[in-house]
């Protein structure tokens, strides 16, 4: 049996809520997971169980969904949002497209809309289903995109991980369990005992210092072993 997408519903106004629920609950590729009346309750819920979709009201209170949407991208959380509003509004729109919301859903919908956008959503998620991985940070899970990653650092038993934007997560997991996770890969690499980085982020190496720097102003740099220089030296030629 095919995976069913799996969905939250953000939205305020009850009815509304109970509408688009029992609306979702007809698509057969959809199962909703949950419904919450603010984005408190939603982010906390996305921490502990990723899931493939939000649907999410533009207009809340104590903070709007674009705000909200805002927080958990800057946290590195790039779930797939569908934004839904009565009044939706040019700046509103290219705000919500700057943050990656993938679909808009006039109130009040269209049912054969919402299908439609759970079928672009359904493809892009299958064309890059290889590229998203899922670790542990504490009790919670965090899905990210391979693509976001810059590198790992190894602390103990866990590890740092540094997205090229910037954000740095304390992930739960071993180096060795990040490598089990993320399988083989061309540019992800573990390069000695403490480091996994993406080799499509390096911007420069200094072979004397067996320093790396990345690509960008937001990643400090990373001095890296004997072992660490010997395989990048060996990986990148070019650099």
């Known amino acids: 049996m095919e995976k069913k997408l799996e969905v939250i519903i953000v939205e305020d106004e009850r009815k509304a809520r109970e509408l688009m629920e029992m609306d979702l609950n007809d698509i057969e590729s959809v199962k909703v997971m949950g419904t919450f009346r603010s984005t408190a309750e939603a982010d906390e819920y996305i921490q502990e169980y990723p899931v493939d979709i939000i649907f999410l009201d533009i207009n809340?209170?104590?903070?709007?969904?674009?705000?909200?949407?805002?927080?958990?991208?800057?946290?590195?959380?790039?779930?797939?949002?569908?934004?839904?509003s009565a009044e939706a509004t040019f700046e509103n729109a290219q705000k919500a497209i700057s943050l990656g919301?993938?679909?808009f859903i006039d109130k009040p919908w269209d049912i054969n809309k919402l299908e439609d956008?759970?079928?672009?959503?359904?493809?892009?998620?299958?064309?890059?289903?290889?590229?998203?991985?899922?670790?542990?940070?504490?009790?919670?899970k965090m899905k990210f995109n391979l693509l976001d990653i810059a590198y790992f650092v190894s602390e103990g038993n866990y590890c740092w991980l540094n997205l090229s934007q910037g954000f740095k997560h304390l992930i739960t997991q071993s180096l060795k369990e990040i490598e089990n996770i993320?399988?083989?890969?061309?540019?992800?690499?573990?390069?000695?005992?403490?480091?996994?980085?993406?080799?499509?982020?390096i911007?420069?190496?200094?072979?004397t210092k067996s320093r790396v720097e990345f690509e960008?102003?937001?990643?400090?740099?990373?001095?890296?072993s004997k072992g660490g220089r010997d395989f990048i030296m060996a990986e990148l030629k070019n650099i």
């Open 60 to 84: 809340m209170p104590h903070q709007t969904g674009l705000q909200f949407l805002e927080q958990i991208r800057e946290r590195g959380v790039y779930t797939s949002v569908v934004m839904v």
């Open 101 to 103: 919301v993938k679909a």
């Open 117 to 140: 956008a759970i079928e672009k959503i359904k493809h892009e998620l299958e064309e890059s289903k290889d590229q998203f991985v899922i670790f542990k940070s504490g009790h919670k």
């Open 182 to 201: 993320i399988g083989e890969s061309i540019e992800i690499k573990r390069v000695d005992r403490f480091h996994i980085l993406n080799l499509s982020k």
């Open 203 to 207: 911007k420069s190496f200094d072979k």
């Open 216 to 224: 960008g102003d937001k990643l400090p740099g990373l001095d890296l």
